[in-house]
């Protein structure tokens, strides 16, 4: 090889290295970088479109957070904390965080990137409370979550782990809910949810097979939709992190309030078969999509190929 | 883990050369941004400023914590993904197993003498928000049966477990209220060495940095249920916490200076964390040692442990 070609070839690499990141926000279509300095949830602005039925128009692209490809509001909100430049706090329990503003410190490698992401994933004080029997099991399955996990198996993440929906389509008697298939913090196949709003009753329990998703209905409760779920496998994990199990039996009510460019979403999980309590997730709020034109890009198939070479616990 | 496959198409070389060329510059001139930002950011910062609910504002202090906290592990970057955010204490969850000797107090034969001594199998789980402990131990001496105890506190409330979890669901243990050893018990919990940093950070301006032999010692007042306590911490040469003196609240041992020494600091975790913590733990009350464990593992990564308040306990602490 002409030493022409090895710098061709080192300049190729870099290129393809330097371009992937960008490739993979583009197709968020101009949505916020993902760089962000705090993880505050957005500041609602502008007004709250209606439809003709007098209902918030929920419809939209709410990916404009574009921290991944789902548009998920930051990960570290979702377990609870929200860090700002000078302070951090625990949302569930108001507690302050000690913090220490960026200086011109050396940033850590990847190794210890993880590390430090691991605890900061579980950090959070917004637990669901399993019954006592059950504490070893979520412990372990967290632990050995590299293999227990079903969404490193390339599963769907179900309900309500799935979390807020990329995008909403709304008419007056359904609403269409679409998650595109992510990688990162979990990885997930593309999923979809037809939630009827025409006031029809849930199928008796008994009667449904169980799904990822569940069979959903929705119904309005004020100016919030109340999304109620019931029918699922108990195959899932019900939050992003943790080994949170739980039973054929769960019900879960997810709440969706707009606010402007903004879209605030709760589930609460009832499964008296192993929680001791019902458990509400930390609210999650997503933000409009800025672009007017922007589209949900195809997601890439799900493929694992890591597994096999897992030569340790440690985890994201 | 579970990867998206690569759908990148390969075009004429010299494409990728100016591209290359284009992204490389880009992000140079992204990272000079980025780095007069913080530049920026950190001129407008006392040197050293450290944020917590009330920060210490001496700088030597406040380098003497911040050092306290990363040499532990306790301060970490959250700027996960890429995101340019502080460091933050990213320390809620823990479970300790260790093995040793523990000492009846106030139990020797002549009054020279060490306590009695059992040996002892200790498990700890604890959380800092909320602050909650549960004690787990199992003390054999020679020629008597073992004795296991499950102690349990979650801010005031105090209760002893038959099991792990008792109390909470029906036919499964008992537990028992003992609210008076709530504060004893809590003091546990904050003369580890991530308590000591996590209250000398609250305590902000009461805190107060000395230096004894040519080690940095914090000295600050408890608050809240504990109100009353001082700590005195000495740090070691690499910033580790590696001694701590408490008063116990005890009113019956007023007084009673408690000394507790850490050393042999290293990742005793399964899963890696980059948090050291201690592997050897003596702790001595009047001068007299009451504990002195090994630690076999201690589980830093946030855990799930919970602490729920059995409905007994609740009413108990209610009259």
Redesign the interface.
């Known amino acids: 090889m002409t030493r022409h070609a090895r710098y061709?070839t080192i300049?190729?690499t870099?290129?393809?290295l330097?371009?992937?990141p960008?490739?993979v926000f583009a197709q968020n279509n101009g949505g916020p970088r993902?760089?962000?300095?705090?993880?505050l949830p957005p500041t609602p602005s502008g007004p709250t479109p209606r439809t003709p039925d007098g209902h918030p128009d929920l419809t939209g692209l709410w990916n404009g957070l574009a921290?991944n490809l789902l548009g998920v509001p930051?990960?570290?909100h979702n377990v609870g904390?929200e860090?700002g430049?000078?302070?951090?706090r625990?949302i569930n329990?108001g507690?302050?965080?000690?913090?220490?503003?960026?200086?011109?410190?050396q940033?850590?490698n990847n190794e210890?990137?993880e590390?430090?992401?691991?605890?900061?994933r579980?950090?959070?004080?917004n637990?669901p409370?399993?019954?006592?029997?059950y504490?070893q099991r979520?412990?372990d399955f967290?632990?050995n979550s590299?293999e227990e996990d079903p969404?490193?198996?390339?599963m769907p993440a179900g309900v309500p782990r799935v979390g807020v929906p990329s995008y909403i389509a709304q008419t007056p008697t359904y609403l269409i809910f679409i998650y595109p298939g992510q990688?990162g913090l979990i990885?997930t196949q593309t999923s979809y949810r037809m939630i009827p709003t025409d006031g029809r009753k849930h199928t008796d329990l008994e009667q449904l097979d169980g799904t990822w998703n569940g069979e959903a209905i929705g119904h309005w409760e004020g100016d919030t939709m109340v999304v109620d779920t019931i029918g699922f496998n108990s195959t899932s994990w019900f939050d992003q992190l943790?080994?949170y199990f739980h039973s054929e039996n769960m019900h879960v009510v997810e709440r969706l309030h707009r606010d402007g460019n903004t879209l605030t979403w709760t589930a609460t999980v009832e499964d008296p078969d192993v929680l001791?309590e019902p458990w509400t997730t930390t609210p999650r709020v997503a933000l409009l999509n800025p672009e007017p034109k922007a589209i949900l890009p195809e997601?890439?198939?799900?493929?694992?190929?890591?597994?096999a070479h897992v030569v340790?616990?440690?985890?994201? | 883990m579970p990867t998206r496959a690569n759908m990148t198409k390969v075009p004429a070389t010299r494409v990728l050369m100016i591209a290359a060329l284009a992204a490389l510059a880009f992000q140079t001139a992204a990272a000079q941004s980025n780095y007069a930002k913080a530049n920026d950011s950190a001129k407008n910062k006392t040197a050293g400023t450290v944020d917590a609910a009330a920060g210490p504002n001496t700088p030597d202090l406040a380098k003497t914590l911040q050092a306290a906290a990363e040499a532990v592990g306790l301060a970490r970057w959250s700027g996960v993904g890429g995101q340019r955010l502080p460091e933050v204490d990213v320390i809620n969850t823990m479970e300790i197993w260790a093995t040793g000797t523990t000492y009846g107090l106030g139990q020797p034969y002549k009054p020279s003498e060490p306590w009695a001594a059992f040996k002892t199998e200790f498990h700890a789980a604890l959380a800092y928000n909320p602050p909650a402990m549960r004690l787990e131990m199992t003390c054999t001496n020679a020629g008597a049966a073992p004795q296991h105890t499950i102690q349990v506190v979650r801010e005031k409330y105090a209760w002893d477990e038959s099991e792990i979890g008792a109390g909470l669901v029906p036919g499964k243990g008992t537990a028992t209220p003992t609210l008076a050893a709530a504060n004893h018990r809590l003091l546990q919990l904050w003369i580890l060495p991530y308590g000591v940093i996590k209250a000398a950070l609250a305590a902000g301006d009461k805190t107060k940095l000395s230096t004894e032999n040519g080690t940095a010692v914090l000295t600050f007042p408890l608050s809240g249920q504990l109100a009353g306590v001082t700590v005195k911490a000495t740090l070691d040469a690499n910033n580790e916490v590696a001694k701590v003196e408490t008063r116990s609240e005890n009113t019956a041992l007023t007084d009673l200076l408690t000394e507790t020494e850490y050393s042999d600091y290293a990742d005793h975790g399964e899963i890696a964390t980059d948090v050291k913590s201690p592997g050897h733990i003596v702790r001595k009350q009047g001068g007299h040692p009451v504990l002195d464990i090994q630690v076999k593992m201690w589980d830093a990564n946030n855990p799930y442990l919970v602490f729920p308040v059995p409905e007994n306990v609740k009413k108990a602490a209610a009259h």
């Open positions: 061709s300049l190729v870099a290129a393809l330097c371009l992937l960008g490739a993902m760089d962000h300095e705090n993880t921290d930051n990960q570290m904390i860090v430049p000078d302070s951090t625990d329990s507690l302050q965080i000690a913090t220490w503003p960026l200086q011109n410190r940033r850590q210890q990137n590390r430090a992401a691991t605890l900061l579980r950090m959070g004080s637990r409370i399993y019954k006592p029997q504490w979520v412990k967290d632990a590299n969404s490193n198996q390339c990688g990885a943790g080994g001791l997601s890439l198939p799900c493929s694992e190929r890591d597994l340790t616990k440690e985890h994201h």
